[in-house]
């Protein structure tokens, strides 16, 4: 049976595009590309093998860091940003006041510490 209409149309012809399927080609000796270190060599071949060494080297123990407020005195407020202005003025990086206060009060502590001992 004949289909009438749009059907018919060369627009609507369904195409199913063709697949070609080639064999794989003989393998090839390819040898793994190796980047040299200062002290070991890397290769970019894969192995599941884990190293059982350890390495010495302890890592700095990370400060988890806590959001919290705290009221200033505005005079207390001026003067970390007349320190901070000056040293962008000596031209270096300007310094986030939320870690300038985090150094005076590792001082503090730290002072603390020392008049108890």
């Known amino acids: 049976m004949k289909k009438s209409g749009l059907a018919d149309s060369p627009l609507f012809i369904s195409h199913q595009p063709k697949v070609t399927v080639t ?5 090839t000796n390819h040898e793994p590309r190796t980047t040299e270190r200062k002290d070991h060599q890397r290769t970019d ?4 093998e884990r190293k059982s060494e350890r ?4 890592k700095k123990k990370k400060r988890i860091r806590i959001r919290h407020a705290f009221d ?18 000596a031209g270096k990086k300007k310094p986030s006041l939320g870690k300038m206060v985090q150094k005076a009060l590792d001082q503090y502590l730290e002072d603390k510490k020392k008049k108890k001992m």
């Open 72 to 89: 200033i005195y505005e005079d207390q407020l001026r003067t970390l940003q007349t320190i901070q202005l000056k040293v962008i003025q």
């Open 45 to 48: 071949v894969r192995t599941i």
């Open 23 to 27: 064999p794989p080609s003989e393998p």
């Open 55 to 58: 390495t010495n080297v302890r």
